[in-house]
């Protein structure tokens, strides 16, 4: 793809440019090349990031009367926090100037190019929670000096009158939008927010407390590591702090890691890590080990995005980005999509119910369509993708992002929406309706970064009771050799074991394509409608054709001899409903098709909510087990 091309083409000269070879760095320069080389193959992921950039206009520098309309130019990486008696402020990353008052409304983000500040962990609270509801617990644990460090006790001493903190930690309960939750926000001032016992100790008992009051976690971190002074007993707080949030996750808790400027080493190698949902704001250095060390290693200069949030966010690591401005709003919907009232609304928490399905499509009253037919109506350029159904029939939309290994993948939608006031786990595969868009999302063909990311928000939503939702409409799994190299087949098969085994409710529904294994890794579920256009194959008519016929250009007699349609699924078994179709295809009337998929969704889910979950996952074994056509003497 020629835009791919470019970004390969400008990233090789810089790499080589920078190279600085020599001394102690010479064992590094394989690791160096690797690197590079991995840059360079992992041009679909700047893509993501470029996808990511263009779907979410909302992640760009926070708004003003001045803002400009790009993320900021190169930023400093130590930077000057504003003196507090100035009347202005100057922004370190664009220079520029402003009021300290329109500065402080702004929640300390630059008004000109967007630069988040770092705020103490009191104004992180205060920015979040209801005004007047944080209780703090363990405000008097303090460190000792287990080693006796010369002069940590003085140094304790001094912060603690400096910052008006015991510890680099403030730990408690509070209120969001009414809704309570224990909360803990470290603090820069405080020795880089590093972890040291006191540190370690607070944390564990905020999530102990948490699992005691059945209350969600929502931490903000930001430290340097482990603290140095304390030696061998602060490496021991990322065991001890990971096991307080392994007893919450046990009990099907949530936990919010909201990672802010700067969060690495041992917190980001332990706690951080290790939320539901990892949340971070433009601009935040996340990592493990200092880019000034990977530098000294490798002899190279790492590009300026190296280790920023977008970075983590393109790699997989992070759900999502928010503004500051935002924050408060986004972790109040996220706490609502967690709360017992919310995730299975009564009838009057709901805006607009959905009418009940007035007798859901009947197969009879449709004209069925051959393979050929239903193959032009498909790739008609106004048919409705993943994208319309979405806005058509769900609201209070949150997508995450991430498979938390190596990339996002623009081809696969992952994240929680609500159909008709009830929370879902929605999964879907993404086409565009130009080539632009098809080259962002790779034609509706998943990496196996997406497969990852669908099974990691497929457990996800097992473990908080939601039940998942599939909108399938693709070719098939993308055919590459990154792909292969990051095993396309396992991640696809991990998705099937996990659908075999989930106990939560899985409705899916086949919009377009259902393409091979690609598309069988959401469709696994308790219910599947295809539209009466869609088809479901294991593999494309051209493939099929070429396969058997050594001739591709036979595709159409392929589509109508494969038995491919909707109509032929459901004659097999595979498919239990059609959901109807205008003539001349979806894209007629998409308001209508969306209405169908939607009673289709409603019907299924209520059905098997009434069920217990051992004998919804009985019924889906069972469902898959009969599936075959062979013959026994
Ligand atoms: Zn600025």
Known sequence: MPEQDKQQASLQPASAGTSRPGGAARNSLDLANTLRRRVNQESHLQTAAQAYAAAHPEVKPDGSSHAADSLPQPRPFSYQQPQPADLWVKCPACKGVMYREDFLTHHSVCLHCGHHFRISARERLDMVLDPDSFEACDASLESVNPLNFKGYEDKLKLLQSQTGLQEAVVTGRGLIDGRPCCIGALDSRFMMGSMGSAVGEKITRLFERA??????????????????????????????????????QAEGLLYIAFLTDPTTGGVTASFASLGNYLISEPGTIIGFAGRRVIEGTIAEALPEDFQRAEFQLAHGFLDLLVRRSESRQLLSRLLAYHSQDTLYPSCSLQQKPAPAPPGLPQTPDLREHRGSECLDLIHLKDRPNFNDYLQLIFTDIIELHGDRCYGDDPALWGGLARLDGRAVTLLGTVKGHNLAENNRCHFGMPHPEGYRKARRLMQEACRCGRPVVCLIDTPGAYCGVGAEERGQGEAIARCLETLATLATPVAAVILGEGGSGGALALAMGDRLAMLSNAIYSVISPRGYASLLWKDPGREREAADTARITAFDARKMGICDQIIAEPEGGAGRDPAAVAQGIRAFLNQSLADLLALPSDRILEQRQARFRALGAYRES
């Open 211 to 248: 699992v005691e009051q059945r209350l969600p976690v929502l931490l903000f971190t930001v430290s340097g590591g482990a603290r140095m002074q304390e030696g061998l007993l602060s490496l021991m707080q990322m065991a001890k702090t990971s096991a307080a949030v392994a007893r919450h």
